[in-house]
């Protein structure tokens, strides 16, 4: 089938879906594989729930009717759809990654900007080879600015996301040590965020940049670009508070928002800065600041228990759990008490990284500390109060040995650890 055709159908129909159990009337479900599923096998449970045609690519599954579209790759052919449906839409959009901070950053964008336009973003943080596809194919004829989260754990990754999303404008977090296993190292990670500047830069967009990081400033010193940050920046925000949360100031307004963590304040200054930009009036740029709230156990504030939590245990790795220990040591409160995770997708640093983490912790302490995972497990301390569990088995014996008492709590680690659990035991 023609992309052509294809693309008319998707017109025609109430949008994609890709999971059975959540399909919608009249939807275009395509039959994406797993590790642990073959989405072939439920194009007909599709159609009974009301698919209007299910893209196929097991002939196994095909039936000679109007709805079953037999294709060579089902994931392959969502990419092109969505690359396709991108050039009819006659919206700039701009593209966010980084290492840290992505889907902070997108969410405050799209508070920031849905005060003026139509906006379109990622959901949640889809932001992959197949969640990439889906934002665009969300985007509609009433959509005016779209705003793209890319995440990639590989090299030439950002550079496919790219060619499909296509956007006008591009903006990175920053460079930290994530994901070093499959990136080679930090080269390889700046390499590979890096290959979002190609791409504008080879098609003449525009960029936005911290004026405070000097490598992504180096990096982009030939290319049409926006900054922000310091007072030479083209946009300059400054840091009023970071002790509780992170307040700023902006065109003589002071903004207090609900983030915590002076990590943040780059994440509030980006959106504020890229808000100015589009014009939006500083008034509304404020209200969209002070009125987000954090989410997915990203940097929220949790009180239970008579304890008050910093729950961060979407995810981990050493830049941002160096900058979350530093905050937290920074930060008022009695009674401290860390429970750190192991940090996934280190490679042969991942020794290393642990250690230094530990090490960190034990020469400097600032409250009492429960690191949890074979990796944490293997680093060296005799420090009295650091405590290494193997398991979160491990970690949930010792809370219901040594219950704490109206702690303050910093939660952190990768995603595999799901250190949220931790509430329940409290």
Known sequence: MKIEQ??????????????????TKACLFFALKGDNFDGNEFADEALDKGAINVVIDDIRFHKNTGETILCANALQLLQ?????????????????????????????????LSQKFNTSATVGNLNNHIGVP????????????????????????????????????????????SHLEGFGGMDGVVRGKSELYKYIKEHQKTVFVNGNDL??????????????????????????????????????LEIQSQLIGIYNFHNIAAAIAIGAYYEVPPAKIKTAIENYVPSMNRSQIVKQGGHKIILDAYNANPTSMMAALENFKQAEGENKLMILGDMFELGTESEKEHQDI??????????????????????????????????????????????????????????GMALERVLELL
Do not use: W
């Open 358 to 415: 530990t090490t960190f912790l034990e020469k400097d302490p600032f409250g009492n500390v429960l690191l949890v995972g074979s990796n944490f497990f293997k680093t060296k301390t005799k420090a009295s109060h650091i405590i290494l569990l193997e398991s979160f088995e491990d970690l949930k014996n010792h809370l219901e040995a040594h219950k704490p008492s109206n702690t303050f709590m910093l939660v952190k680690g990768s995603r």
């Open 80 to 112: 092109k759809l969505a690359t396709y449906h991108r050039k009819h839409l006659n919206i700039p959009i701009i593209a966010v990654t980084g290492s840290n901070g992505k889907t902070t950053t997108k969410e405050l964008l799209n508070a920031v």
């Open 134 to 177: 889906l934002t665009l194919l969300s985007m509609t004829p009433e959509t005016e600015l779209g705003i793209v989260e890319m995440g990639a754990n590989h090299l030439k990754e950002i550079e496919r996301l790219t060619a499909i999303i296509q956007p006008e404008y591009g903006y990175i977090t920053n460079f930290g040590k």
């Open 6 to 23: 294809l693309h008319q159908y998707f017109l025609e129909s109430k949008g994609i879906c890709t999971d059975t159990r959540k399909i």
């Open 215 to 252: 490598k992504q400033m180096e990096l982009t010193k030939t290319m049409k670009r926006v900054t922000f940050g310091n007072d030479e920046q083209d946009y300059y925000i400054s840091l009023k508070d970071a002790s509780n949360t992170v307040s700023v100031i902006f065109d003589g």
